[in-house]
């Protein structure tokens, strides 16, 4: 066995999740006699792509392999993979091409002051995430929404480290609890993409494949995102229920932290709801600081 290289070990990762996926007769396969295997066996979807099976096997397995694009191209049409994820192959094998870098580039990660004066102006929830999902700032909308997240430990302010425990997501009674999992995971997904053996990504996913099934059953389908986008419904005492649209912004660097910002439709209940809570916010705050 060659060495195994972190982006090679990624890529072996996600092909075999991939390839758990499809079934024979989702391309055209015939099943076969008893499987041993849910997905497709290696030696079919090495058929599909038109490689040797020893040579596929070397590939998922994370073995001193370079595939060419012309190889991830054929893999990518066999496993029928969406933009994204065709975007992620291209990126983690590229980046097993190129050798370990010996001290890799991992500054601290920091909000440029005009980043964080556009935050204060925006008259709607904002906050700042890193490339693991840490929240690195927020605006006084966030905070009335959210809550005050600097009661919180810093490096316990991490969107799938919150979205993971339960004393603060009620049981995880939302409906579209999971759906907003796998949105945070396929972008943590997308992070480790970079940097495999970053310290920040080896503890909040450590930390949460040993504490939650449901962690590890979501990470394990690999999936992957690059900016997300939904709806999502929050339940206020002080107001009721409001539904707020929400859009990720990439911001400068490589890879560069994100903008969430939640929005209502303009004239809408929710929008009127977003502003007496705000009201509400501002109010508070005011009395506090007498």
Not at 37 to 51: D, F, K
Not at 102 to 117: G, K, M, W
Not at 267 to 272: F, L, T
């Amino acid at each position: 066995m060659g060495s195994r290289h972190p982006h090679a070990r990624e890529l072996g990762d996600f092909l075999r999740a991939r390839r758990g996926r499809l079934r024979p007769h989702d391309v055209g396969l015939e099943p076969g006699g008893r499987r041993k295997v849910a997905g497709l066996r290696r030696e079919e979807l090495a058929l599909l792509a038109g490689l040797s099976t020893d040579y596929y096997q070397r590939i998922e397995q994370g073995r001193e392999v370079r595939p060419s694009d012309d190889v991830l191209d054929a893999l990518a049409g066999a496993l029928g993979l969406d933009d994204a994820e065709r975007r992620h192959l291209f990126a983690l094998a590229h980046a097993a091409r190129r050798p370990v870098p010996s001290r890799p580039d991992r500054a601290a990660e920091r909000v440029p002051d005009r980043t964080r004066r556009l935050l204060r102006v925006l008259d709607t929830p904002a906050v700042v995430l890193g490339r693991h999902l840490d929240l690195l700032d927020w605006n006084p909308m966030a905070e009335a929404l959210l809550g005050a997240p600097g009661d919180y430990p810093p490096d316990r302010l991490n969107m799938l480290l919150l979205l993971f425990d339960d004393a603060l997501t009620g049981g995880r009674s939302c409906p579209d609890w999971e759906r907003q999992a796998l949105d945070y995971i396929g972008m943590m997904r997308a992070a480790v993409a970079t940097d495999p053996t970053h310290p920040r990504a080896t503890a909040v996913v450590g930390e949460l494949s040993i504490r939650s099934a449901e962690f590890r059953r979501l990470w394990a389908r690999h999936d992957v995102r690059g900016s997300v986008s939904g709806t999502k419904a929050f339940r206020v005492p002080e107001v009721g229920d409001v539904v707020l649209d929400w859009d990720t912004y990439p911001l400068p660097g490589d890879p560069g932290p994100v903008m969430l910002v939640f929005t209502a439709e303009p004239g809408s209940p929710d929008a009127d709801r977003l502003r007496l809570l705000a009201s509400l916010h501002a109010t508070r705050a005011a009395i506090d600081h007498q």
